[in-house]
């Protein structure tokens, strides 16, 4: 947990409390509950000063898709801080990246490495169709090489309010019937899962295999 306090009151983080002496008078606070938190902008703003790159740009894309005006709040609440401060650069660049158009973690953790590994950025939810016919929204797409690049977490197997009263058997024939449109309407189709974002190289693979283009060279870490 970590908690934000006065200056004046100082005070040691201990076991799993970390505490934040930062003062409260800059500090944008609301209720929730009996508790008083941080905004979700101010949130955001605070992990993307202290976290890696691609944690903070996992909750700025959610805090940015569920709150309207978060991106703006965050911008003026970087705005505020002064250039020597630890992390903005670093939460700047976050501003920049974020975008509340992906719908899962695995699909944030995704735009960041497919920029970390030098390829060039795909459009979000893009709908894609075979003739006339819809086939559906995919996570990516790089339009003009007619590639389509999906995350596949199992959450649409498990959750119900996903499988929208189906069968696990019948979203598993479903998600087939999809990826056998799509390969028919996309020059190729690229898969990956967790275990590919927690091994950059075989994304870097796949992404390649699939014909993706780079923009620049790869990003270190």
């Given at each position: 947990?970590?908690?934000?306090?006065?200056?004046?009151?100082?005070?040691?983080?201990?076991?799993?409390?970390?505490?934040?002496?930062?003062?409260?008078?800059?500090?944008?606070?609301?209720?929730?509950?009996?508790?008083?938190?941080?905004?979700?902008?101010?949130?955001?703003?605070?992990l993307?000063?202290?976290?890696?790159?691609?944690?903070?740009?996992?909750?700025?894309?959610?805090v940015?898709?569920?709150?309207?005006?978060?991106?703006?709040?965050?911008?003026?609440?970087?705005?505020?801080?002064?250039?020597?401060?630890?992390?903005?650069?670093?939460?700047?660049?976050?501003?920049?990246f974020?975008?509340?158009?992906?719908?899962s973690?695995?699909?944030?953790?995704?735009?960041?490495?497919?920029?970390?590994?030098?390829?060039?950025?795909?459009?979000?939810?893009?709908?894609?169709?075979?003739?006339?016919?819809?086939v559906?929204?995919?996570?990516?797409?790089?339009?003009?090489?007619?590639?389509?690049?999906?995350?596949?977490?199992?959450?649409?197997?498990r959750?119900?309010?996903?499988?929208q009263?189906?069968?696990?058997?019948?979203?598993?024939?479903?998600?087939k019937?999809r990826?056998?449109?799509?390969?028919?309407?996309?020059?190729?189709?690229?898969?990956?899962?967790?275990?590919?974002?927690r091994d950059?190289?075989?994304?870097?693979?796949?992404l390649?295999?699939?014909?993706?283009?780079?923009?620049?060279?790869?990003?270190?870490?």
């Amino acid at each position: 947990m970590h908690v934000i306090g006065d200056r004046r009151t100082g005070g040691r983080s201990a076991l799993d409390v970390v505490r934040h002496c930062l003062g409260l008078d800059a500090v944008d606070v609301v209720p929730v509950g009996e508790l008083r938190c941080t905004s979700p902008a101010r949130t955001a703003l605070d992990l993307a000063l202290s976290r890696s790159f691609a944690e903070a740009v996992v909750v700025a894309d959610a805090v940015f898709a569920r709150y309207p005006g978060a991106r703006d709040d965050f911008g003026e609440l970087l705005r505020m801080l002064g250039p020597g401060t630890r992390g903005i650069r670093r939460a700047a660049r976050v501003l920049d990246f974020a975008d509340p158009r992906s719908e899962s973690v695995g699909e944030s953790w995704s735009r960041v490495l497919i920029h970390e590994l030098g390829f060039q950025a795909p459009e979000l939810q893009s709908t894609v169709y075979l003739g006339s016919r819809r086939v559906g929204v995919v996570d990516f797409e790089w339009v003009e090489q007619r590639i389509v690049g999906e995350f596949d977490g199992e959450v649409k197997y498990r959750r119900r309010e996903y499988r929208q009263g189906r069968t696990p058997e019948q979203v598993v024939i479903d998600e087939k019937n999809r990826e056998n449109d799509l390969r028919r309407a996309a020059r190729s189709v690229a898969r990956w899962t967790w275990d590919d974002l927690r091994d950059r190289r075989r994304l870097e693979d796949l992404l390649t295999e699939a014909g993706v283009p780079r923009t620049h060279p790869r990003a270190h870490r």
